[in-house]
């Protein structure tokens, strides 16, 4: 395994095993929140999609990590896989924050991670193998690279039903910005 998914890896689920016992601190210190970042807490426009509230939440991001990550670093340099994942989740926060300026109710948010790395990493590795045949779990889940961008843009949009389009306005970002930002 490479160091950078390895290091992301013990990051996420270091930090995440922290934000689920300490009481919502370090979380809360993280997360996306539009008016603080306005307030220059700069650092959560890079922090948010990395912890996770649930030590179950961060395990499976573990595994995305892991899976789709992992997959990448093998056709690129760790920076260009760093960069990308770091040009998508600044994006999408500061587009979440512009937005917040007009919409006030996405201002109240306090977002963590969520779907946003699961769907930026799949939508990436989809771009970048078109063809290969992404395996998840072991095998139970197959799909043609080609068809990952559709199925993440597919489970966003669901997420967008079951619980508002303001709650899934940063992973909404985060796909769109997935799609169009130069791999």
């Known amino acids: 395994m490479n160091k950078l998914v390895g290091g992301w890896i013990v990051a996420t689920v270091a930090l995440s095993i922290v ?33 996770e509230r649930s030590i179950s939440s961060a395990l499976i991001k573990a595994y995305v990590i892991y899976q789709f990550a992992g997959a990448l670093v093998a056709a690129w340099p760790a920076r260009k896989l760093a960069s990308f994942v770091a040009t998508v989740a600044v994006l999408s926060a500061l587009a979440t924050c512009v937005i917040a300026l007009v919409v006030p109710s996405v201002g109240e948010l306090e977002r963590l991670g ?12 989809s771009r970048q193998s078109p063809d290969r045949e992404l395996v998840w779990f072991g095998g139970p889940f197959r799909l043609k690279g080609k068809h990952g961008v559709l199925l993440a843009l597919a489970l966003t949009l669901l997420l967008v039903v079951l619980v508002g389009p303001v709650h899934v306005l940063p992973e ?9 930002v130069p791999i």
């Open 19 to 51: 934000a689920s016992v300490d009481g919502g601190h370090l979380a809360s210190s993280l997360a996306l929140a539009p008016p603080k970042i306005w307030h220059g807490e700069l650092w959560r426009l890079v922090t948010w999609p990395f912890v």
């Open 114 to 125: 969520g779907w946003t790395v699961t769907a930026l990493l799949l939508i990436a590795t």
């Open 172 to 180: 909404l970002c985060a796909c769109g910005f997935a799609i169009v």
